[in-house]
């Protein structure tokens, strides 16, 4: 079956750089996109960015657009969240999702924690 | 974007029914069915309930259901059980490569 599991986390100070890693496997990578989703402490989900089955298309929220940079890689089966800049509001647990149809999230990870404080 | 606006909280007992709204401000929400529901119980991977307005992937009870009219979309959970309490999450695609999710319902089965 689908599995994803995010690693990466940790405490970070502000301005600094983190790059999150997630590993999937159950399914055929280089045939679907991926998204991240992020939740802050006692908040909602929060769409973060997406990358096409192929590479080549990328996009982000509004909140994180300049400052974030997805990637991935097939023959690891992999996807990766640059997080540049950092905030403090960019606290938060981050999960990776498999794309369905540019529509939906039909597999999640369980998640990773970044905290970013001085 | 905006977020779309959820009711913080919901309620009911075993076996009766609650439903919870999600409410769009943009016309690109009323455009577009590609809303989607997710469970998350806390500490765990979100779980896909509810896809394109009222879909249910294979394994998801019948006892979920949603709905859309306009700006504000719907889910119902019939026969309520111990193991539905979580937080329940509405999700939409708005057109120009954007999600945007609703604020999360606490369901509680009193």
């Known amino acids: 079956q689908v599995q994803l599991e995010e690693s990466g986390g940790g405490v970070v100070q502000p301005g600094r750089s983190l790059r999150l890693s997630c590993a999937a496997s159950?399914?055929?990578?280089?045939?679907?996109?991926m998204h991240w989703v992020r939740q802050a402490p006692g908040k909602g989900l929060e769409w973060v960015a997406v990358i096409s089955y192929d590479g080549k298309n990328k996009y982000y929220g509004d909140s994180v657009k300049g400052r974030f940079t997805i990637s991935r890689d097939t023959s690891t089966n992999t996807v990766f969240l640059q997080m540049d800049s950092l905030r403090v509001e960019d606290t938060a647990v981050y999960f990776c999702a498999k794309d369905r149809l540019w529509e939906y999230f039909d597999s999640w990870g369980q998640g990773t924690l970044v905290t970013v404080s001085s | 974007q905006s977020a779309l606006t959820q009711p913080p909280s919901a309620s009911g007992s075993p076996g009766q029914s609650v439903t919870i709204s999600c409410t769009g401000t943009?016309?690109?929400?009323?455009?577009?069915?590609?809303v989607s529901w997710y469970q998350h119980h806390p500490r765990k991977a979100p779980k896909l309930m509810i896809y394109?307005?009222?879909e249910r992937p294979s394994g998801v009870p019948d006892r979920f259901s949603g709905f859309k009219s306009g700006n504000t979309a719907s889910l119902t959970v019939s026969g309520l059980q111990a193991d539905d309490e979580a937080d329940y999450y509405c999700?939409?695609?708005?057109?120009?490569?954007?999600?945007?999710f609703g604020g999360g319902t606490k369901l509680t089965v009193l």
């Open positions: 999700c939409s695609y708005v057109g120009n490569n954007k999600w945007v």
């Open positions: 394109e307005v009222n």
């Open positions: 943009s016309s690109d929400f009323a455009k577009y069915n590609y």
């Open positions: 159950g399914f055929s990578f280089s045939s679907y996109g």
